[in-house]
């Protein structure tokens, strides 16, 4: 069974450009998520898909972030325009439902010069 | 929010040696889960704990859920190379059982052949 899928895994860019990350959960994990790390730190919630809903974007910084899944299977995460301090690992996982056990990604590392 | 202390931040360690490291959390959990992070790549799942004072093994590795749902444990016996890497714990915020995670910081360890 494949796992979490993200592209790109680098991508380098200078600040106010936009960047956006794509990713394919596990065939079947209707509950996808993006999470951010910063260097030295855990994971943080950006925002959590339930099908084609986003049921949690709490953490999402609208200003600039935007997330979208579309018929429900992949999804994909923007940054418009990019700052110095969005430079992290943005993951993406998944879950059957709401209670399943979360798959991780390997991540997209975005650097902004 | 809800924050999870994890200690100690780093451990360097010699091949062959036990490794112990906590999480703490000043309010309840009802999920405590363990994550291992490589260099490059998303956390995976150690083990989950879901019952107070539950003790499980997974391999050399064993951890506990604390009987006042507000710390965790973490051990590694026979340590080996490729025991390397970071160890974050989490849990669901809020005090639910699902959805979205709260990590610690990690504790990275290090293990010398």
């Known amino acids: 069974e494949a796992g979490v899928v993200q592209s790109p895994r680098y991508k380098i860019i200078e600040k106010k450009q936009p960047v956006a990350f794509w990713c394919n959960p596990i065939?079947?994990?209707?509950?996808l998520y993006w999470y951010r790390q910063n260097l030295g730190q855990g994971p943080e919630l950006l925002i959590r898909?339930?099908?084609?809903?986003?049921?949690?974007d709490s953490q999402l910084p609208k200003d600039r972030f935007s997330a979208e899944r579309l018929k429900g299977v992949d999804s994909t995460l923007k940054i418009q325009p990019a700052e110095l301090g969005d430079s992290a690992v943005y993951l993406c996982?998944?879950?059957?439902?709401?209670?399943?056990?979360?798959?991780f990604g390997p991540g997209t590392r975005l650097t902004v010069l | 929010g809800q924050q999870l202390n994890q200690s100690p931040q780093s451990m360097f360690i010699q091949e062959g040696e036990d490794v112990s490291m906590n999480c703490t959390s000043s309010?309840?959990?009802?999920?405590w889960l363990w994550y291992k992070q490589d260099p490059g790549e998303g956390p995976v799942l150690l083990i989950a704990?879901?019952?107070?004072?539950e003790l499980t093994s997974n391999g050399r590795l064993t951890a506990q859920f604390g009987i006042t749902r507000k710390d965790s444990f973490l051990n590694i016996s026979a340590s080996i190379p490729s025991d390397v890497g970071i160890y974050f714990c989490?849990?669901?915020?809020?005090?639910?059982?699902?959805?979205?995670?709260?990590f610690g910081q990690g504790t990275i360890l290090t293990v010398h052949p």
């Open positions: 065939s079947g994990h209707n509950t």
């Open positions: 898909y339930e099908n084609e809903e986003a049921v949690d």
């Open positions: 996982a998944s879950s059957k439902g709401l209670a399943g056990e979360q798959f």
């Open positions: 989490a849990g669901p915020a809020g005090g639910t059982s699902y959805g979205k995670l709260t």
């Open positions: 309010s309840i959990f009802n999920t």
């Open positions: 704990l879901y019952k107070a004072g």
